[in-house]
């Protein structure tokens, strides 16, 4: 069984760039989380997507947006990149909203702002 | 609110020695628990959780956590860690289809 499949695994971009980022879920699930990791700030969560539906977002500015497709996979995008945003991006799938299964993350994807 | 409370930001300890990496949660009503490591430049993997039902939880790699409600902790143990075990735990608590993640604790092994 595949794993949480996210593409690229490595950015350069440059401040006022935007970016896209790809998750392809487990077969089968369809829940798809984002977060965004940093060394100062940890584990922050950036969204939620059930059924093509965001159900949570968390504290970012309307830069950050994500969508998700009817085969389950989802993209999230940066517009307007600024240094700060430079962090791994993890993507999470889950059966369905967390109620307990846990999810399983995907290797992330290391973007580095310039 | 809901929060997740990892005690130590980095432990070390030598190798086959025993290890507790300690988490606390807030929360008043029932939760999930789970535990999470990070291996350098990979995702999370899920290591346990707690649903329900008895309060000692074992998972992989000969882990395993111990739900204690009256003290509102989660705590990870292993008897002897390797080498292998250097890692980041992050604790997590779910509760009305919302995940909260601790700030994570490296485990850092000694030779």
């Known amino acids: 069984k595949a794993g949480v499949t996210q593409t690229p695994r490595y950015l350069i971009k440059t401040r006022g760039q935007q970016v896209t980022l790809s998750c392809s879920p487990i077969?089968?699930?369809?829940?798809v989380s984002w977060y965004q990791q940093t060394p100062g700030q940890g584990l922050q969560f950036l969204f939620e997507?059930?059924?093509?539906?965001?159900?949570n977002k968390g504290n970012f500015p309307g830069r950050f947006s994500g969508r998700q497709f009817s085969n389950s996979r989802s993209e999230m995008n940066v517009s307007t990149l600024e240094l700060g945003d430079s962090a791994l991006y993890l993507c999470a799938s889950s059966p369905g909203p967390e109620g307990g299964y846990g999810y399983t993350f995907g290797s992330g994807t290391r973007l580095t702002v310039v | 609110a809901q929060s997740v409370t990892q005690l130590d930001s980095q432990v070390p300890v030598f190798e086959e020695a025993p290890v507790e990496l300690r988490c606390n949660y807030s929360s008043s009503v029932s939760v999930y628990l789970f535990w999470y490591v990070q291996y350098p430049n990979q995702g999370l993997q899920l290591l346990l959780k707690?649903?329900?039902?008895?309060?000692l939880v074992k998972g992989i790699n000969g882990f395993e956590a111990e739900f204690n409600k009256s003290q509102t902790s989660f705590h990870l143990r292993k008897p002897s860690v390797h080498i292998s075990d250097t890692a980041e735990y992050f604790c997590a608590a779910s509760r009305d289809d919302k995940i909260i993640f601790g700030k994570g604790t490296r485990l850092h092994i000694l030779p």
């Open positions: 707690y649903l329900s039902g008895s309060t």
């Open positions: 077969s089968g699930h369809r829940s």
């Open positions: 997507y059930f059924s093509e539906t965001q159900r």
